[in-house]
């Protein structure tokens, strides 16, 4: 079957399209620039990447774009639509309501809808995305699949914030986390990789990218994450804070004189890796300062690799032990030297790191030693795949 996976953002898209038997990318692509100027980027498989410049004032223009691409006589992937036999969508935020993907009806829809406040950014774009594809592609069935489902299972005692409890129950403010999709397929691939019991097993995954978020799964279900109401909280990333002490929040506000969507501002587009360097958002910028001595570089990897081990601490902790650590992610996968700083701290769990075997790139792979209690592996994330199974198994 092929399953276009289409991740809408509110001026961007990402799509793919993957035949979900061989699960080989057929092509992939993404819009930029939705209602500025509009950029599509088009990729068969196997052949070289084409960008073309074209108006796109809204996602409508971008998605048939995209459709025209993929049945295009010379360069596309199929030879008709009709070859699309499903649409698996990304959505940020699914709140309470979504514990796993669901085919998408009108009821769903209105569900989504209700869930924009809690991703006013997000869900909006990602509505439109399935509103566009159903308007193209009548009758091919749509799946929706969600940043938050796989969190669901956490229990109250780690969704719960110190705050009165009327919060909660009357505007549902609780952690929700996201990465969902990505914490949900690297937990499977780690316990399927290392050969564990999947009913049994503890994993941590640490999802380091441009945002980071961590999850303690437990049987395969997550028991707890970093990221909460929002993808704010937890772990420094590149631009956002973390967490923060929330009186900062009226100190810097007086003293700089801004309001709360200032603040907001600071904390999630001028914090982070980007606000402690002064540097750069990008680690591979972060290192080659901190390796020419700029102290404030060195400073901001360290508090990212402390953050961390923190979290993992916790989550050890969370789950009475650990049997196996997934990094994954931008700057999980390819970041050799936060992964050792990060697992220097946890030498008390009788982890040691192959310093050989770190330095690798690719597939699937174990960094620990062959004595190191608990297995650290690097194991790459693949949202896109997880969508189209997901979808799949929805309609197949
Ligand atoms: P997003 O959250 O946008 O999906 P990614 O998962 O692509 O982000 O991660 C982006 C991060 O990964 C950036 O900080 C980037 O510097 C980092 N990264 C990518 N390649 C490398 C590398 N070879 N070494 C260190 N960091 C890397």
Redo the contacts with the bound molecule.
Sequence with gaps: MNVLVINCGSSSLKYQLINSDSEEVLAKGLCERIGIDGRLVYQKQGAAKEETEAAMPTHREAIQMVLDALTNKETGAIASLKEVEAVGHRIVHGGEKFTKSVIINDEVIKTVEECNELAPLHNPANLIGIRVCMELMPGVPQVAVFDTAFHQTMPAKAYLYGLPIEYYKNYKVRRYGFHGTSHSFVSKEIVSFLGLDPDSSKVIVCHL???SSISAVCGGKCVDTTMGLTPLEGVVM?TRSGNIDPAIVEYVAKKENLDISGIMNVLNKKSGLQGLSGVS????DL?AAADAGNEDAKNAIEVLCYGIAKFVGGYVAAMNGVDAIAFT???GE??GRVRKTVCSYLGYLGIAIDDEANAKRGENMVISTADSKVKVCVIPTNEELAICRDTVALVG
């Design positions: 990218g441009n945002g590149g958002s990008d680690m591979r290192e992610a931008g700057i390819n970041d």
